[in-house]
């Protein structure tokens, strides 16, 4: 089965604190989505990418997120400074330009802002 | 902002029970989509309407869509203990190249 694999699973880190996510999308998906999932906002469009290009990313806080395709096989989502309200999981994305629009998610990565 | 709402917010029903839940979007969409999420897990997909259909299924589910009321309906024939999860509609807009959820209706089915 094609999957979208995301790395750390678990993160916790301490207030200041750089992290990075990654996500690898399947091979051949031209389109990249970062959302964020929490208790009380739900699932938040953060980015999203179509061909490594960013079409959209006025869903992150802009002075301290940052997305990057830096190749068409990995996505990354930057936080520096971490602070506590960013604890959260974050969801990667990634589906086929064919018109269906059908997203498969990788499996998360749980944020902890201590 | 979100683009789906979803009613009801919690559900709990009897194994073998028909669960329906509905989504309301706002603006106009080329299709409307449906997903499961299973606690801790990513997010996936279950169903998608195209926005010229008007009801569509998939083995236990039945998914309608009005787009004159802005609203689609995911009903879960004999439910199963399985089945516990949050269902979350998505609204794929228009204008726009991306898919904005709802807040997601969670299901328990009882044994």
């Known amino acids: 089965d094609a999957r979208v694999t995301q790395t750390p699973r678990d993160k916790v880190t301490e207030m200041g604190q750089e992290v990075t996510m990654r996500c690898q999308p399947i091979?051949?998906?031209?389109?990249v989505f970062w959302y964020r999932q929490t208790m009380m906002q739900g699932l938040e469009l953060l980015a999203y990418?179509?061909?490594?290009?960013?079409?959209?990313d006025s869903g992150m806080p802009k002075d301290r997120f940052s997305a990057e395709m830096p190749d068409a096989t990995l996505a990354t989502l930057k936080i520096q400074p971490s602070e506590p309200r960013d604890s959260a999981v974050y969801f990667c994305?990634?589906?086929?330009?064919?018109?269906?629009?059908?997203?498969?998610f990788g499996a998360g990565s749980r944020l902890t802002v201590l | 902002s979100q683009q789906g709402e979803e009613d009801p917010q919690a559900l709990s029903i009897q194994e073998g029970e028909n669960a329906t839940m509905n989504c309301s979007y706002k603006?106009?969409?080329?299709?409307l989509q449906w997903y499961r999420q299973n606690s801790g897990r990513g997010l996936v997909h279950l169903i998608l309407?195209?926005?010229?259909?008007r009801e569509k299924h998939s083995g236990r589910l039945r998914v309608t869509l009005d787009t004159s009321k802005k609203s689609s309906s995911l009903l879960i024939t004999a439910s199963r203990a399985a089945d516990t999860a949050s269902y979350f509609c998505?609204?794929?807009?228009?204008?726009?190249?991306?898919?904005?959820f709802g807040a997601g209706t969670t299901v328990t089915v009882r044994a």
């Open positions: 994305a990634s589906a086929a330009d064919s018109g269906a629009n059908v997203l498969t």
């Open positions: 603006t106009s969409i080329n299709n």
């Open positions: 091979l051949g998906h031209n389109t």
């Open positions: 990418f179509r061909n490594r290009a960013p079409l959209d």
């Open positions: 998505a609204a794929w807009g228009t204008n726009d190249y991306k898919l904005s």
């Open positions: 309407i195209r926005s010229n259909e």
